[in-house]
């Protein structure tokens, strides 16, 4: 899983217009937590929904490293048997979590409470990405880390050290961070308690309690208490907002475009990007709104609509950090200028997304202007050419929307860590219509 030296090209070409109805794979944010929770449980856990992805794969291995039996019984279903919160034992490798951020930083606050010592290993993406973010807060609580040079990847976690909650105000709005304090905290002695800037997706929050575990939260704000158990459940795991987003903004620029998506998570700490589209006059209805395993989920039904380029609001950044890219190309597309601001965590993704995105949208003619925290986007036409994707999954994807309304063909480069977080997108996207080879 490391590295990605033998690059995957794909080509995606002007399409007439997307129809269909798709189901996009399981949430990842969620699939990870899932996986951890369950794995750290008194009793049998089944998962289903679960996000086949690399990332997430990594995180089930790690817990099957660490003793835990899981079980397949088929694609997107986990039988998880919990060894409980004191059950895990000490893995006999390094553990690799491949290309995700949120596996190691949520694993460093989990492994910081454990009585032995691990090491955690990433590819080169993520063994480039800050990880002192993490390793400072525990390290307050009493944690052990060390990691290479600067902050980076791999950690060192040092068991058999005692921790103490903490009260802690997160300096950005990160839900990596707060769930790294927050699962530390499981082990810590008296209260852990985390402010944020902004709010962000609660998903540890709301699993820790489906999972039994007293905590109290709200928004911006949660606060926990070691020393308790968690209780096997059951959990039902939405399709990810996030690799419907590529499908929203594909469908939103191909005139004559109409696609539903089935069963999409819509926790409002996701959707931000729902909200910058419908602002740049975006199409989007959600249908059969209900709740599916304690989360809001709907049917989206996208049709075409001439987009406008808009200021994004910067209070929706945190609600909509992963969908960037796809916002790009909706914005190097549309009439006039969109302007981001307020977003230089997408600097520190799987690549930073700012200088990739501008980078492969400026060799399809798109006018763009990095600032140190976001861009200024004049929308217009875009030609055919070459975007590099740098192994971003995100990136990769972008750009393959962008080949739908580019006069000619776009080559995409490095495109094999789509299959970190959505697995099949080359056939999703053709089914409704992608011209992708
Ligand atoms: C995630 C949180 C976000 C997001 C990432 C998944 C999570 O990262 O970008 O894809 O599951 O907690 P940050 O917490 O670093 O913003």
């Known amino acids: 899983m490391s590295g990605n030296a033998d690059a995957l090209t794909w080509v995606s070409s002007p399409a007439e217009s997307l129809r269909g109805e798709i189901r996009v794979p399981g949430d990842k944010s969620i699939s990870h937590r899932a996986v951890m929770f369950a794995s750290l449980g008194d009793g049998v856990s089944h998962i289903s929904g679960f996000l086949e992805g690399e990332d997430t794969r990594a995180t089930a291995r790690a817990f099957a490293q660490m003793g835990v039996r899981i079980d397949t019984p088929s694609a997107s279903e986990r039988v998880v048997y919990g060894v409980g919160i004191d ?246 597309v549309a009439t006039g200028t969109t302007r981001v601001t307020g977003a230089a965590e997408l600097r520190v993704k799987e690549s930073d997304r700012i200088a990739v995105m501008a980078k492969g949208l400026r060799a399809l003619g798109a006018r763009i202007e990095e600032t140190p925290d976001g861009a200024i986007i004049e929308g217009g036409a875009l030609h055919a050419g070459e975007a590099d994707s740098t192994g971003d999954h995100r990136c990769a994807m972008s750009f393959c929307v962008a080949g739908l309304v580019a006069a000619g063909s776009v080559r995409v480069l490095d495109c094999a860590n789509v299959a970190t977080s959505f697995p099949g997108f080359f056939e999703f996207a053709k089914s409704c219509g992608f011209r992708l080879d």
């Open 87 to 332: 059950g895990l034992k000490a893995p006999s490798a390094p553990v690799d979590c491949g290309n995700a951020g949120t596996g190691m930083r949520l694993l460093a606050g989990l492994l910081a409470g454990q009585t032995f010592d691990t090491t955690l290993i990433g590819d080169e993406s993520l063994s480039k990405r800050p990880m002192r973010r993490v390793i400072d807060p525990l390290a307050k609580m009493g944690a052990r880390i060390e990691s290479s040079g600067a902050g980076l990847p791999p950690l060192h976690i040092y068991g058999g050290t005692t921790l103490r909650g903490i009260d802690y105000t997160l300096p950005v709005a990160s839900a990596q961070v707060k769930s790294a304090l927050l699962l530390a905290g499981l082990y810590a002695q008296g209260e852990t308690q985390v402010h944020e800037p902004h709010p962000t997706r609660d998903y540890t929050e709301r699993m820790l309690r489906a999972f039994g575990y007293p905590i109290e939260f709200s928004e911006g704000h949660a606060r926990l208490s070691g020393g308790h158990r968690l209780r096997a459940t059951n959990v039902v795991v939405p399709a990810d907002f996030s690799s419907a987003a590529f499908f929203l903004v594909a469908a939103s620029i191909v005139p004559g475009s109409e696609l539903i998506l089935r069963d999409v998570g819509m926790n409002p700490r996701r959707t931000g990007l729902l909200h910058a589209l419908r602002l740049m006059g975006a199409d989007i209805r959600e249908a059969n709104a209900r709740e599916a395993g304690g989360e809001a989920i709907a049917d989206l039904v996208v049709r075409y609509a001439p987009l406008h380029g808009i200021d994004v609001p910067v209070e929706l950044v945190p609600d909509m950090i992963d969908e960037f890219p796809a916002l790009f190309v909706a914005a190097a």
